[in-house]
């Protein structure tokens, strides 16, 4: 056997190099992107040395704080649809605890990332070193077992060459559609350093795919039963269509058969929004179309989706008690839920079949004009709330009036982002995404941070597109020094960042649970001074260019202007934290107190146990 010495290090960067993938089109290119890295001790002489052998081959990029970096990671394997990633390394201790929260997005969200966080020394010889935590009870335990509750695959490297089992099980993992999530090597620092004989065949060309399971006979045999008696049927459209790459598929489905879809934040964007049977979000923050249609629907064909409770309302949206609902999944643990019949393969493929099973099967006619005229209606109520306020008003604007502006303003091709906050909920019932693949939202973990981070890997992914991130204040605060990363790296996003000094919507829930405004907004804070942030000059800061928007006519032209600029920018609008759209939108389950010596939260909690009897058990 022919065998070259090297580092662990330098072995896994060879072979993370030699991997690639093969698309639908029959090219091939590299599955790794390149390596987010932040050193410290426990990887700069490791890790650090094989990377910089390689520099020019395989990039290195320097983020800025390891969530962070980890968050870019993460929307460029979204934006690449999975088939192709990058692979982030931290130091020991906090560098690599940093990228937890990371791997708990891509865990919920489905998203590949490697993960290769530094760990204690193997040999254990200079224990404790410098940011090692001592287990008092067990010497096998570093804080880096954090990460195996956030991880699809987890393995820790404590000699050289169980390298090369680890990382082919890393590359099933990563690849495969249905266990795809974060995988995390954690490499023990004098392990990355040291050398063994590594089989050259390690490092051969290795040709991945992803691979198209077809579903069951017997599952697609049901599942065409059930559909051919639905006289209401009703498409979810999740995640998983993008990633199989359905997306024409479902909206050429849904024509031909007459049936509407609702979209999960995931979904979102696959089907334009004009397509005529796309009713847009589904479930607490859906549409007056889409959750009206869920009402009724006799039965839900599920496909690509988690079912996550904003998409089922906290499973009250669905009300005909004779639903079924069909899961269209290549994860039997999601095609399963509810015990929905299962329908276990890749969308792509599964709903050819189902198509040609289902013949020129129609949903009943007027279901199908009752979604049309509904959607119309929506359309008209939407554009209300999207209005451009009067210019003479001294009111500050709503979360929907900056949506409508930024919308009006950004070109066709544009990529919308966003995680947490009050936006999600309005850009899910809101933002009509022109082109598919336009709508961005990072809303399995809904993480406060991912935002710009996230837009800045979404730009690598579709270098062509223009991306705008629209963030809170509060998100913004969490994490925005990404925006540095973007500079030096000539990725150039647009931030539209709305300032309502303070946590909007989780104040808004709080009222709703029956309680007083406590500890979101600044003003209901306990503070010496309030904060007065100029975010302008913060961005600034960082090199960006900054501007503040006075009114939402000024951030139309600002949004317009910022299309020649050479860079990063940021517009600044101050809005107020009251006003959502009111018109539809679903109960979200949010647990509230028994007892209570305020009388608004008892009475809350009245209102709480009517909602929970809405809520569907599992029929
Ligand atoms: C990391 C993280 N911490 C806490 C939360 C809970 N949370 C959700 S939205 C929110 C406030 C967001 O504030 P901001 O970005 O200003 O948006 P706004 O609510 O004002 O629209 C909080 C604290 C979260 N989603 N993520
Ligand atoms: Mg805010």
């Known amino acids: 056997m022919k065998t070259i010495r090297l580092t662990m290090s330098q072995a896994?960067?060879?072979?993370?190099?030699?991997?690639?993938?093969?698309?639908?089109?029959?090219?091939?290119?590299?599955?790794?992107?390149?390596?987010?890295?932040i050193f410290g001790h426990g990887n700069v002489a490791g890790l650090g040395e094989?990377?910089?052998?390689?520099?020019?081959?395989?990039?290195?990029?320097?983020?800025?704080?390891?969530?962070?970096?980890?968050?870019?990671?993460?929307?460029?394997?979204?934006?690449?649809?999975?088939?192709?990633?990058?692979?982030?390394?931290?130091?020991?201790?906090?560098?690599?605890?940093?990228?937890v929260t990371a791997a708990g997005v891509a865990h919920a969200n489905r998203l590949?990332?490697?993960?290769?966080?530094?760990d204690v020394f193997a040999t254990r010889l200079p224990d404790p070193v410098l940011q090692q935590l001592e287990d008092f009870g067990d010497g096998t335990v570093s804080v880096n077992d954090s990460f195996k509750p956030v991880s699809r695959y987890f393995d820790r490297i404590t000699r050289p060459e169980q390298i090369v089992p680890a990382f082919q099980r890393a590359m099933t993992v990563l690849t495969d559609p249905a266990e795809c999530g974060p995988v995390t090597l954690s490499l023990c620092q004098d392990v990355q350093t040291m050398a063994w004989d590594f089989p050259e065949s390690f490092f051969e060309e290795r040709i991945h795919y992803i691979r198209r399971i077809h579903p069951d006979p017997s599952e697609l045999e049901t599942a065409k039963?059930?559909?051919?008696?639905?006289?209401?049927?009703?498409?979810?459209?999740?995640?998983?269509?993008?990633?199989?790459?359905?997306?024409?598929?479902?909206?050429?489905?849904?024509?031909?058969?007459?049936?509407?879809?609702?979209e999960t934040n995931a979904g979102k964007s696959a089907v334009p929004d004009q397509s005529p049977l796309n009713m847009g979000?589904?479930?607490?923050?859906?549409?007056?179309?889409?959750?009206?249609?869920?009402?009724?629907?006799?039965?839900?064909?599920?496909?690509?989706?988690?079912?996550?409770?904003?998409?089922?309302?906290?499973?009250?949206?669905?009300?005909?008690?004779?639903?079924?609902?069909i899961g269209l999944n290549i994860q039997p643990f999601d095609g399963t839920k509810h015990y929905s019949a299962p329908l276990i393969g890749d969308a792509k493929a599964t709903?050819?079949?189902?198509?040609?099973?289902?013949?020129?099967?129609?949903?009943?006619?007027?279901?199908?004009?009752?979604?049309?005229?509904?959607?119309?209606?929506?359309?008209?109520?939407?554009?209300?709330?999207?209005?451009?306020?009067?210019?003479?008003?001294?009111?500050?604007?709503s979360d929907a009036q900056v949506i409508g502006a930024v919308m009006r303003s950004i070109p066709d091709n544009s990529i919308v982002v966003c995680a947490a906050g009050g936006l999600p909920g309005e850009l899910q019932k809101l933002w009509r995404a022109k082109q598919s693949g336009g709508y961005h939202m990072e809303y399995g973990f809904s993480c406060m941070g991912y935002e710009v981070a996230g837009g800045i890997g979404a730009k690598m992914a579709e270098p062509d597109r223009n991306v705008v991130v629209m963030v809170g204040d509060g998100s913004y605060m969490m994490l925005n020094s990404e925006i540095v990363s973007s500079?030096?790296?000539?990725?150039?996003?647009?931030?539209?960042?709305?300032?309502?000094?303070?946590?909007?919507?989780?104040?808004?829930?709080?009222?709703?649970?029956?309680?007083?405004?406590?500890?979101?907004?600044?003003?209901?804070?306990?503070?010496?001074?309030?904060?007065?942030?100029?975010?302008?000059?913060?961005?600034?800061?960082?090199?960006?260019?900054?501007?503040?928007a006075s009114s939402v006519q000024a951030l139309q032209e600002a949004l317009k202007k910022s299309e020649q600029n050479d860079r990063?920018?940021?517009?600044?609008?101050?809005?107020?934290?009251?006003?959502?759209?009111?018109?539809?939108?679903?109960?979200?389950?949010?647990?509230?107190?028994?007892?209570?010596?305020?009388?608004?939260?008892?009475?809350?909690?009245?209102a709480y146990l009517n909602y929970k009897k809405t809520q569907r058990h599992w029929n």
């Open 281 to 325: 979000g589904i479930g607490v923050s859906g549409t007056a179309v889409a959750n009206v249609l869920a009402n009724e629907a006799d039965v839900i064909l599920a496909i690509g989706s988690r079912l996550q409770d904003f998409t089922t309302g906290s499973w009250a949206v669905f009300k005909n008690p004779n639903l079924k609902i």
């Open 568 to 606: 990063t920018t940021v517009i600044v609008i101050d809005t107020e934290a009251v006003s959502i759209t009111e018109e539809c939108g679903y109960w979200w389950d949010v647990a509230v107190p028994e007892v209570s010596k305020q009388k608004t939260v008892n009475e809350a909690y009245e």
């Open 225 to 262: 039963d059930i559909l051919l008696k639905a006289k209401k049927p009703l498409i979810i459209i999740g995640g998983g269509v993008a990633y199989s790459g359905a997306e024409k598929l479902v909206e050429d489905f849904c024509n031909k058969h007459g049936i509407p879809a609702g």
């Open 50 to 99: 094989a990377l910089h052998e390689v520099k020019d081959q395989f990039p290195t990029f320097r983020g800025q704080n390891e969530q962070g970096m980890a968050h870019t990671a993460i929307a460029f394997a979204k934006g690449k649809r999975r088939k192709q990633i990058m692979a982030c390394t931290a130091s020991i201790g906090p560098g690599s605890l940093n990228m």
């Open 487 to 548: 500079i030096m790296l000539g990725v150039k996003i647009t931030v539209v960042l709305l300032d309502n000094l303070g946590y909007g919507c989780i104040n808004r829930l709080q009222q709703v649970c029956g309680g007083k405004q406590f500890n979101n907004m600044y003003v209901n804070t306990h503070h010496k001074t309030l904060p007065n942030i100029d975010f302008v000059q913060h961005a600034r800061g960082l090199g960006a260019i900054s501007e503040k």
């Open 12 to 37: 896994l960067v060879k072979a993370m190099m030699a991997q690639k993938i093969r698309l639908d089109d029959g090219s091939v290119q590299p599955f790794f992107a390149g390596m987010w890295a």
């Open 351 to 397: 709903l050819e079949l189902l198509d040609q099973q289902i013949g020129n099967y129609k949903a009943d006619p007027s279901w199908t004009e009752q979604a049309k005229t509904l959607k119309a209606n929506w359309y008209k109520t939407a554009d209300k709330y999207m209005a451009l306020p009067a210019p003479t008003t001294e009111k500050l604007p």
């Open 112 to 118: 590949p990332i490697l993960l290769l966080p530094s």
